[in-house]
């Protein structure tokens, strides 16, 4: 009987103890809201960044109006730095950064706003990768450097008209005012720029002393010297017009052409050709060399009209004794040295003038002795065949 007592009295206690500590136990927190930033990829790019948010919610009912990325450049970025608001009322979304800078370590945080409250997921980081150089096919620009465009010598044309973004380093006549070889008469009215190009048209006009054909031409305002690389884009006429992008030394004794070519496709010959080459000269007595071999007119063997397309047509002039021409990012003419100034006009010397950079559109004369008479050809007579554009001119240095 004692046992028994003693049994209940045991009993009794542990389900006492029991219900005091089932009584005493603290009430659970509420759990929150939160945000976490998903790891942004994207280093590959030089311009995007892609990330986004992961939202857990919590049972503290927020209301949640926003969701979005934000970000700068250094840390512990918030809305007021740079954001960007997704479209996704899921809890779950995914954003895009554009318009970042190459090479740029960025912060980067999830956030959501859920009344007056702005609330930050965890920061994350990612630098963007270095912008892929647009002439990474030339050599190398020497030790610790690499190739500079030049804005001085580069023109996008894209802008309407030939406001100051032209004018200020280009002019619209050659360098020292010289009109061109008869019948070419070099005149402003010939050349426009709109839609994003440098436009060249030629018009024939009946004169009573003698039919003329005006066409178009641009120079820089300033000079430029090795080592450098010039290339232009450009879509040909379809005529026997020569459309050239060209350099001139101001005394006009050396002369590096980079394009010159003829794209009046019933010449089957010279439309599928691209004449590379350049000039040396002495001008008193009047004396001319230039490279005059097959090699010196490019084909590419896939049989391709160049009038048909835009293309890059480009010139290394790397120092007085390397030309190197690209078309399309290919090399595909290297000038020998011993045809630089094999007549020794430069004094030995080679290609060592500073430069003005020329496009044009002309008539030559060379070609009227061939047979054309470019005052009754159909390709100079018909107003779209006889248009040159010129979508962008970029000159780039060592630095």
Request: a neutral charge; hydrophobic letters at 35%; one cysteine or more.
């Amino acid at each position: 009987m004692k046992f028994f007592k003693t049994l209940m009295f045991i009993t009794f206690s542990i389900v006492i103890a029991a219900a005091c500590t089932k009584d005493e136990a603290p009430a659970p927190t509420p759990k929150a809201t939160s945000i976490s930033t998903k790891t942004p990829v994207g280093a590959t790019l030089y311009s995007e960044i892609e990330t986004g948010g992961t939202i857990t919610l919590g049972n503290d009912n927020l209301t949640i109006t926003e969701r979005g990325i934000c970000w700068g450049e250094t840390t512990n970025p918030t809305t007021a730095t740079n954001k960007k608001i997704t479209t996704s009322t899921s809890n779950t979304f995914d954003l895009t950064l554009t318009g970042l800078k190459e090479n740029q370590i960025y912060y980067l945080k999830a956030y959501f706003v859920a009344g007056s409250v702005t609330f930050y997921g965890d920061q994350k980081q990612l630098t963007t990768a270095k912008k892929p150089s647009e002439v990474s096919f030339l050599p190398s620009a020497g030790n610790n450097k690499s190739w500079v465009i030049q804005p001085v010598f580069s023109n996008e044309f894209n802008y309407d008209g030939k406001t100051a973004d032209f004018t200020t380093n280009w002019q619209d006549r050659f360098f020292n005012g010289w009109t061109g070889a008869l019948p070419t008469v070099y005149s402003a009215s010939q050349s426009t720029i709109t839609g994003g190009e440098l436009v060249y048209k030629a018009t024939i006009e009946k004169k009573s002393t003698g039919d003329i054909i005006r066409t178009g031409i641009v120079t820089s305002k300033t000079k430029v010297g090795y080592p450098m690389y010039m290339e232009a884009r450009v879509k040909i006429s379809e005529s026997s017009l020569a459309s050239a992008v060209w350099m001139l030394s101001e005394d006009s004794t050396q002369e590096i052409d980079n394009l010159e070519a003829y794209g009046d496709k019933t010449n089957d010959y010279y439309f599928k050709r691209l004449h590379l080459s350049h000039h040396v000269f002495i001008r008193t007595p009047f004396q001319d060399y230039q490279p005059s071999g097959l090699e010196t007119y490019y084909a590419d063997g896939k049989g391709t009209q160049w009038a048909n397309d835009y293309h890059n047509y480009g010139v290394l002039w790397l120092d007085p004794f390397t030309l190197k021409y690209y078309v399309d990012g290919v090399l595909v003419r290297t000038t020998p040295i011993n045809q630089i100034d094999p007549n020794n006009y430069a004094g030995g010397t080679g290609l060592t003038k500073d430069m003005y950079l020329i496009i044009s559109a002309a008539s030559q004369p060379w070609r009227q002795s061939q047979g054309i008479n470019y005052f009754t050809d159909p390709s100079v007579l018909d107003d779209a065949r006889s248009t040159m554009r010129v979508d962008w001119i970029r000159v780039y240095k060592p630095e």
